[in-house]
C-alpha cells in the first residue's frame, strides 16, 4: 500500500530562505572578523618584541611593519610566515657544501 502524501508550501518559505541565507552570511563575516582581529593582536605582540627577540623566530622589525601594512581583509600573518621561510631556506642553502656538477 502506497501512501502519497500532499506537501504544501506556503507564500513566506522563500522569505524564510534568504533570511536563513543572510544569517549564514553574516554569522561567516562575523566569524572572519573575529579570526582578523586575534591575528592583528598577535602582529602587536610582535611589534611590541625587541630586535633581537624577533630575530630568535626568524622576523626583522621590518617585517612587521610590512605585515602590519597589509589590508585589514588580508592574513597579514601570512607576510611573516612567508618571510620566516624564505630566511631560513636561504640560510640551509648558504650552510650547504659547494656542489659539483
Do not use: C
Not at 602590519?68 to 624564505?86: F, G, I, K, Y
Amino acid at each position: 500500500m502506497s501512501v502519497y502524501g500532499e506537501t504544501r508550501t506556503t507564500s513566506t518559505a522563500p522569505v524564510g530562505t534568504a533570511l536563513a541565507h543572510f544569517l549564514l552570511q553574516a554569522a561567516g563575516l562575523a566569524v572572519k572578523a573575529a579570526r582578523a582581529i586575534e591575528r592583528r593582536r598577535a602582529l602587536n605582540q610582535l611589534g611590541q618584541m625587541e630586535d633581537h627577540m624577533l630575530r630568535d623566530i626568524g622576523l626583522t622589525r621590518s617585517d612587521v611593519r610590512d605585515a602590519a601594512s597589509e589590508p585589514l581583509w588580508r592574513d597579514a600573518t601570512q607576510v611573516l610566515v612567508t618571510r620566516s621561510v624564505e630566511r631560513r631556506v636561504a640560510a640551509r642553502l648558504r650552510a650547504r657544501p659547494g656542489r659539483m656538477g
